[in-house]
């Protein structure tokens, strides 16, 4: 496995939107000569701005947005200007986790009903893995199968979404900050879950993110993207350690709470484990 | 030294069709001149209710069921009062999370801020208003604040509408600044810029603020003191260093567990479950459901508070403490 393709290779991506029409305005260039590789088994993390465009390189690599120029392949197979049938095909090895888990499931759907949907689209792909055992993969028990997404918190609906992203058994999970909208407490579940399936899926994934201290604890590399280009890449603690754009180095010093440390938390004399109450 | 502002159990309480959930319960609070307190919670846990109940901001299905509240000394809520409304504005001001909604968007900045002052100095000359509203806008750190002044809304940025939004909060010199997640919707290198801002509000320009937020570090760059918000209530409070580096209540510890810090590498805790539902018979210690310490004695009666010389805490089996056996 170790001489495998890489996952993803993105070169030198180009989107650019027009706006005639609107005006006299110029076109927008949102991504501009992009190259970026994931291998089998990374996390990679890409960071950034709003406006910086990597939602944007999320979309045309999730084969949902546009591409004007460039090549993206995933495992060696090139994914534009391809047929649609190949298309749709190669669409359910990348799956997308958006951040806001209750705006990307059908309001009128079940859980269940949801993934019936998508077996039904993907027949050859979905027979794998019950509906109780691929909950139970994203830590979810399956009396939730029948409800709506109303009836799920935040951290629950972002399973049930990286649950539907698991089914067709994808080789990249692309996650387009997938814990913005969600409580610390329940952000931190979301990110084991991903280190957690990486392992036990062998699913690859890009991490979208503004937060660099959630990318500095999840990624093994990171690419920093500002105005449609990447500025930086590189191993995750080799680049946050010693960043060499000044970009990079203003995202660094904005992190609040730098000096704070886990030791005081971690330490052992806190509480003495007593014996459970009946 | 007396505080500027005081809560005494206050208790805040919503109806829906649903029925009545408690948001805010026994919430005590003591504002100092000079304090920066941050409100910490998660989603639910009734920070933003409390806020606005100080301000008397509260939606229409929202009434404060009990409680006094005291400003320099004069009591201005509970035994039949409510002259809240001579303190918003005036006394305390808000700054809300989304300054893109809650700025009008029809009126200049300079008109948005005249009318603050129109409203709470209706005694001094429109000359006054003017020389205060420039010297206001000067502090702000924009690179032309004549130009924000003529602007509308939709002209400036976001860092620069939330900065507008803090001039306009604090442009009648109000002795206390409410911030709630004033910074959670700007970019992480904007959000600094305006934290600095935050920072000399209450460091050169002396006022006391409440700094809302469920971003424990964030508050932590600028707050000097800490009240952890769950299910309602403070569970703990006291001076920033201690919350953090020593906290006592599980909750606190289970949310420095859950976010990622950048110092030093280490697996995330989350917290299991979800916050209860707090209706009005609620008893008992609103975390003992999601909680790995707890024992029966946690759901049986509420838990009081524990105060230890400047922090306080809301457990019957602090952190640090012996281990209550608890076999009942």
């Known amino acids: ?278 | 030294m007396d505080p500027l502002l005081s809560v005494r159990s206050l208790r805040v309480e919503a109806t829906s069709s649903v029925g009545t959930i408690v948001a805010v319960d026994r919430f005590d609070l003591d504002i100092y001149p000079g304090d920066v307190i941050g409100l910490i919670g998660e989603s639910g846990s009734g920070k933003t209710t409390a806020v606005r109940s100080l301000l008397g901001l509260t939606e229409r299905n929202v009434r404060i069921a009990e409680g006094s509240i005291y400003f320099q000394g004069e009591q201005v809520l509970g035994d039949g009062k409510n002259h809240l409304d001579r303190l918003r504005g005036r006394h305390v001001g808000m700054v809300f999370q989304n300054a893109s909604s809650s700025l009008n968007p029809l009126l200049k900045i300079k008109t948005q801020m005249r009318q603050v002052l129109r409203v709470n100095q209706s005694a001094q000359r429109a000359a006054a208003h003017q020389r205060r509203i420039e010297e206001v806008i000067s502090r702000m750190g924009f690179h032309d604040p004549k130009r924000v002044l003529r602007s509308y809304p939709h002209q400036l940025s976001g860092g620069m509408r939330q900065r507008a939004a803090i001039a306009i909060a604090i442009v009648s010199e109000p002795e206390i600044v409410i911030a709630d997640e004033s910074t959670s919707a700007l970019d992480v290198t904007t959000q600094a810029e305006v934290m600095d801002l935050v920072r000399e509000l209450a460091t050169d320009m002396g006022h006391s603020l409440i700094y809302v937020t469920h971003d424990l570090l964030l508050a932590a760059e600028v707050c000097t003191r800490m009240a952890v918000m769950y299910g309602g209530e403070i569970v703990e409070e006291g001076p920033t260093a201690s919350v953090i580096a020593a906290p006592r209540h599980p909750y606190t510890l289970g949310l420095l567990r859950s976010v990622p810090m950048w110092a030093k590498k280490a697996p995330l805790v989350g917290i299991e479950g979800t916050p209860p539902r707090v209706t009005p018979g609620f008893i008992g210690c609103r975390f003992a459901s999601r909680c790995a310490h707890a024992v029966g004695a946690c759901s049986e009666a509420d838990v009081e508070w524990t105060q230890r010389r400047d922090s306080g805490f809301r457990c019957i089996q602090p952190k640090g403490a012996p281990l209550h056996t608890g076999n009942g």
């Not at chain 1, 359910?92 to 705006?103: A, Y």
Request: charged fraction near 25%; charge should be negative.
């Open chain 1, 1 to 278: 496995m170790s001489t495998a393709r890489p996952v993803l290779q993105i070169e030198d991506l180009r989107v650019v939107f027009s706006q005639r029409g609107i005006g006299k305005r110029p076109d927008v260039v949102a991504v501009d000569g992009v190259s970026l590789c994931i291998e089998a088994g990374e996390i990679v993390g890409l960071v950034g701005e709003s406006g910086s465009g990597k939602t944007t390189l999320a979309l045309a690599t999730a084969l949902l947005g546009r591409v004007t120029d460039g090549r993206i392949s995933l495992e060696g197979e090139d994914i534009i200007g391809i047929s649609r049938k190949r298309m749709r095909r190669l669409r359910s090895r990348i799956q997308v986790v958006f951040q806001d888990p209750h705006g990307s499931l059908d309001p009128r759907q079940t859980v269940r009903k949801g993934l019936s949907e998508l077996r039904s689209l993907h027949p050859g792909r979905s027979t794998w893995i019950t509906d109780a055992e691929l909950l139970a993969k994203v830590g979810m028990t399956e009396d939730l199968l029948d409800h709506l997404p109303h009836e799920l918190s935040g951290g629950q609906a972002q399973r049930v979404s990286i649950a539907r992203a698991l089914l067709l058994r994808p080789s990249l999970l692309v996650a387009d900050e997938p814990t913005s909208a969600l409580d610390v407490s329940v952000q931190a579940q979301i990110l084991n879950l991903m280190l957690q399936l990486r392992e036990s899926e062998k699913v690859s994934v890009l991490l979208i993110s503004h937060d660099l201290s959630v990318v500095r604890n999840l990624c093994d590399r990171v690419y920093v993207m500002k105005d449609g280009r990447v500025v930086e890449e590189g191993e995750t603690e080799e680049l946050l350690a010693s960043p060499t754009h000044p970009y990079t180095r203003q995202l660094i010093a904005a992190i609040p709470g730098k000096d704070w440390d886990r030791s005081s938390i971690e330490s052992p004399n806190g509480w003495r484990e007593g014996p459970d109450s009946p």
